[in-house]
């Protein structure tokens, strides 16, 4: 049975592992002309992520490859005496288990976890895609798959031609993201240094083995911005608007704008479907179910996703009409959970106002002074809050490895 998966990212790449994993030939198109290193963000990989990682064989170079932040340093804008964080324990209150890897090391694990095995065609996209499986592409010659997953993050290429348009699903949750990568001019290690700020805050932190450093900003706006998600001087100059005036290292970051190698810059927006899939098509992570980047643990949901829809194809022998409905009943509960806790997350992250910039650092204040195991149990009171991601039972599909072969 043949699949095609848009995207290579990370959804993608571990997808195709389970796939093939199954019996299944997959083929993975990719628009950018070789495995995307544009300097990446650090993401989060949780306890059941991190238990899927460990079953695909890759574990130990996923922890070889870990940021090792491990202290915040944040000033408050206008005071110059900061606060100390140890952010172990904010990760262990949030997960049992957890890793923290720049995003671009990631991806270059899961792919090379499945280059042997799987076919990978970069510089190419899908431009149609027909109900009997014939999907054609801006390159390559038209070819025909058993089912299509677009695995293609939050703008979609595969959901824009089946479902429609982006802004029929997406609902943006206030807030703007962008990563710049600088130089590591602080000699930072292990550790983040920041400024926050009334609706906006700024971060500059490194990892173990990078040789430069990743610039952090987080904003929020009253209304939506204006701009192209692909229209990348304008995102700079919202960026220089937005800072403007902000202390600590704040002007020597916008500085680098101009030079920087890599930048990213989206909206912290979330998707809201019914239904994820149509007839041999459907959808896995960010192009599905994105929760908002940076606030709602979408990389975790992510490996989460893939493991489920390739367990659940596995499970229904390839029949995709009782095997998507499956995969969507499984992720449902997970996918809405986290969209609520995103939605808090993107409010409390970035003050609103001098007093929840005050409450902020209180906070982090009190996080310090109480001991890890109270913070740890007080936490998992609740699986709605931030223990949410440890809160999901994941099935065992192993008794379907080989059984398509």
């Known amino acids: 049975m043949r699949i095609l998966i848009s995207g290579a990212s990370v959804a993608g790449p571990a997808l195709a592992y389970w796939l093939d994993r199954y019996g299944f030939t997959v083929t993975v198109v990719e628009r950018a002309p070789v495995l995307r290193k544009t300097g990446g963000h650090a993401i989060d990989l ?3 992520a991190m238990d899927i990682v460990e079953k695909m064989g890759v574990l130990d170079r996923i922890l070889d490859r870990k940021t090792g ?90 959901r824009r031609l089946v479902f429609g348009p982006e802004s029929r699903f997406s609902a943006w949750i206030g807030a703007y993201l962008a990563v710049v990568s600088v130089p590591d001019f602080l000699g930072l290690d292990q550790r983040m240094e920041g400024v926050a700020g009334v609706d906006r805050m700024a971060g500059l932190y490194s990892a173990a083995h990078l040789p430069d450093a990743r610039a952090l900003f987080l904003f929020r706006t009253p209304e939506q911005l204006d701009y192209h998600y692909r229209d990348v001087p304008r995102q700079k100059e919202l960026l220089r608007e937005r800072f403007a005036g902000m202390g600590w290292q704040v002007p020597r970051l916008l500085d680098e704008l101009d030079g920087t190698p890599a930048f990213y810059f989206d909206s912290i927006t979330q998707l ?134």
Request: aromatic share 8%; proline share 4%.
């Open 69 to 158: 932040t491990d202290r915040l340093t944040m000033y408050r804008e206008g005071d110059e005496r900061p606060v100390e964080l140890e952010l172990r324990r904010v990760f262990t209150a949030i997960s049992d288990r957890h890793v923290e890897i720049m995003r671009d090391d990631l991806s270059e694990i899961l792919y090379d976890a499945t280059r042997d095995h799987v076919e990978y065609v970069f510089g190419d996209s899908i431009t149609s895609i027909s109900d009997d499986g014939e999907v054609t592409f801006e390159r390559g010659p038209a070819r025909r798959f058993d089912l299509v997953i677009g695995a293609d993050g939050l703008h979609s290429n595969v």
């Open 272 to 405: 809201r479907m019914d239904t994820w899939s149509r007839g041999r098509v459907t959808l896995v992570g960010d192009a599905g179910y994105c929760p908002g980047p940076a606030v709602g643990g979408s990389t975790s949901l992510a490996v989460v996703g893939a493991y489920v829809l390739a367990g659940e194809l596995a499970a229904y022998g390839g029949d995709h009409a009782r095997a998507f409905p499956s995969y969507e009943a499984e992720l449902g509960d997970y996918v809405r959970r986290g969209r609520a806790f995103a939605i808090g997350a993107a409010k409390r992250i970035v003050p609103g106002s001098r007093a929840d910039l005050w409450a902020l650092t209180q906070g982090v204040r009190l996080v310090n002074l109480l001991p890890a195991g109270l913070t740890r149990a007080a936490t998992k009171l609740s699986s709605k809050g931030v223990r949410l991601h440890d809160s999901i039972a994941l099935k065992d599909y192993s008794a379907y490895e080989g059984v398509l072969h």
């Open 46 to 48: 949780f306890r059941p």
